[in-house]
């Protein structure tokens, strides 16, 4: 459910009054613990300067850097946003600070840049990213301008890549094998260290797992999709627990797509089938769903925490939430509101921001 809550701020008798609304999940009374805060399609969603408007007035606005299809994305918690997309072949990397985007392009040419079809991403402590996807089995390490840093190969260890995250606590690197249903564990330095999992049903076997993240304790979450669970393990591949069945109520899973943590290892999940992102304790214990389903390209609103077909999901440092809306060809920025930030409670409005 989306909701809109109309915040009134206090102003001077001489001044007009100034109105913000908000969009917050749970409903108020309660206290809200997820806030909607912008999208973004293309580099024109940025502030623009009193130039940039004049410019605008003349020539009219710039032809937009767009998304077609959005898959993973990450952020380093400094401002800077990583986005892949299949049908452009591109990384998009959305500076909010200084408010650029950039796009790291499939060059075709594996010796000096991106030469796969990104699809997913991970990150690590100094915002090199890596980078899987088809075209070859390579990890593509690349710098924060796009360029080629290393490759490290999987082709003799991964049927079908999925998901990727960086240990930046161990030095490693895990990657989902969709196909061969298992976790392959990478140095840093690219050395194969050793797998875990299996295909099957049983605890810590998969069946297509395709998202994976790391924890604050270094546990391992793993999004099961097609055994429609979540399954989380030690850093050694251990397996410590699972949670989650196929269903269509509230704590149920119909197509896991990301999994991503916040700063108290609350694990979020994104359903792309049901169109909401279903957020759960760490022992596994359903807290919130919060999103609906909701076409931009046909309605032409903005639908604050509306999603068709959301993937990739990421909560940074700051607990800024980022959200792949794959079909409405957008990202999506929230915020985890932890308990101090949560108390102001705010009055009950309802609507969607045109």
């Known amino acids: 459910?989306?909701?809109?809550?109309?915040?009134?701020?206090?102003?001077?008798?001489?001044?007009?009054?100034?109105?913000?609304?908000?969009?917050?999940?749970?409903r108020p009374p309660a206290n809200p613990k997820i806030e909607w805060l912008k999208s973004y399609y293309s580099q024109n969603d940025f502030p623009k300067s009193g130039f940039e408007s004049a410019m605008e007035v003349l020539f009219g606005e710039p032809d937009p850097i767009g998304f077609e299809k959005p898959i993973d994305i990450k952020s380093n918690g400094n401002g800077l946003v990583y986005v892949t997309d299949i049908v452009r072949n591109a990384v998009f990397v959305y500076?909010?600070?200084?408010f650029k985007v950039r796009v790291w392009k499939n060059s075709g040419d594996s010796e000096r840049a991106l030469a796969i079809t990104p699809y997913f991403i991970s990150l690590d402590r100094e915002s090199n990213a890596y980078v899987v996807g088809t075209g070859d089995k390579n990890i593509y390490v690349l710098d924060t301008n796009g360029a080629l840093k290393q490759k490290i190969s999987f082709a003799e260890t991964v049927k079908a890549v999925g998901g990727i995250a960086v240990d930046d606590a161990r030095n490693r690197i895990y990657l989902v094998d969709t196909g061969g249903g298992k976790v392959e564990v990478f140095a840093i330095s690219g050395k194969h260290l050793f797998s875990f999992g299996k295909p099957g049903d049983a605890?810590?076997?998969?069946?297509?797992?395709?998202?994976?993240?790391?924890?604050?304790?270094?546990?391992?979450?793993?999004?099961?999709?097609?055994?429609?669970?979540?399954?989380?393990?030690?850093?050694?591949?251990?397996?410590?627990?699972?949670?989650?069945?196929?269903?269509?109520?509230?704590?149920?899973?119909?197509?896991?797509?990301?999994?991503?943590?916040?700063?108290?290892d609350n694990i979020y999940v994104a359903d792309g089938k049901a169109n909401q992102i279903k957020i759960f304790n760490t022992r596994g214990e359903y807290l919130l769903s919060f999103g609906t389903a909701y076409s931009v390209p046909i309605t032409r609103r903005e639908a604050p925490g509306g999603f068709l077909l959301p993937q990739g999901i990421h909560i940074d440092k700051n607990d800024s939430i980022f959200i792949a809306d794959q079909a409405n060809m957008r990202f999506q920025h929230f915020k985890y509101l932890k308990d101090a930030e949560a108390t102001d409670k705010v009055p009950d409005s309802t609507g969607i921001k045109k």
């Open 203 to 264: 605890g810590g076997e998969f069946n297509r797992p395709q998202s994976i993240t790391v924890n604050h304790k270094g546990e391992i979450v793993v999004g099961d999709t097609m055994n429609a669970r979540i399954q989380i393990f030690d850093g050694e591949g251990k397996f410590l627990r699972k949670f989650g069945q196929r269903g269509d109520a509230g704590p149920d899973f119909q197509v896991i797509k990301g999994v991503t943590v916040d700063s108290d």
């Open 95 to 98: 500076d909010l600070v200084n």
């Open 1 to 26: 459910m989306i909701i809109a809550v109309l915040m009134i701020c206090g102003c001077a008798t001489s001044q007009p009054q100034q109105t913000t609304r908000r969009y917050v999940w749970p």
